[in-house]
């Protein structure tokens, strides 16, 4: 029995698929919005209405592939949420928000999490997105449309190889 009513665990492979998308996901979005100072904000809705938030914040010297090695458990919390999105058996919607320190001001752009991958947001859906968001006022940021990630290859599950 699901440990939430309305839930159910999603397969092994399925996760694992997932979990492969989502390190290629965070790479992705680290060297799409540069180095420096960045926050990443998680927020998304179970299926049992359950909604679920993480933000991570990285220092301009953090090594992203270190910062889970090293017992980061805001990234491990992030990095499973995201999983879980781009799983979706078990989320309705997700976004994920990436913040920049920059001159004069913070840079602010988003995805949303659909169809097992990341799409980018434009400025007035991540204004939106960031009404719930205290720690990143939208009057002090420039908002930006995300770059379009390269989506990532097939696996093996996907195109039916064995």
């Given at each position: 029995m699901p440990a939430h009513p309305?839930?159910?665990?999603?397969?092994?492979?399925?996760?694992?698929?997932?979990?492969?998308?989502?390190l290629l996901a965070l790479a992705a979005v680290f060297e799409a919005i540069g180095p420096g100072h960045r926050i990443l904000d998680i927020a998304s809705l179970r299926t049992d209405d359950v909604p679920l938030c993480q933000t991570v914040e990285?220092?301009?010297?953090?090594?992203i592939q270190l910062s889970g090695i090293l017992?980061?458990?805001?990234?491990?919390?992030?990095?499973?949420?995201?999983?879980?999105?781009?799983?979706?058996?078990t989320v309705t919607g997700a976004t994920?928000?990436?913040?920049?320190?920059?001159?004069?001001?913070?840079?602010?752009?988003?995805?949303t999490i659909r169809s097992g991958w990341l799409h980018p947001m434009d400025p007035a859906?991540?204004?939106?997105?960031l009404?719930?968001?205290?720690?990143?006022?939208?009057?002090?940021?420039?908002?930006?449309?995300?770059?379009?990630?390269?989506?990532?290859?097939?696996?093996?599950?996907e195109t039916g190889r064995a």
């Open positions: 309305g839930l159910s665990r999603p397969d092994d492979a399925s996760l694992g698929a997932a979990m492969e998308r989502t990285l220092s301009p010297t953090a090594d017992g980061s458990d805001d990234f491990y919390t992030l990095a499973v949420l995201l999983a879980f999105a781009l799983e979706g058996s994920l928000i990436a913040t920049t320190a920059a001159e004069p001001r913070p840079r602010t752009c988003g995805w859906t991540v204004e939106v997105a009404i719930p968001c205290p720690d990143i006022p939208a009057e002090d940021c420039d908002i930006y449309t995300a770059p379009t990630l390269p989506e990532p290859p097939a696996t093996d599950e």
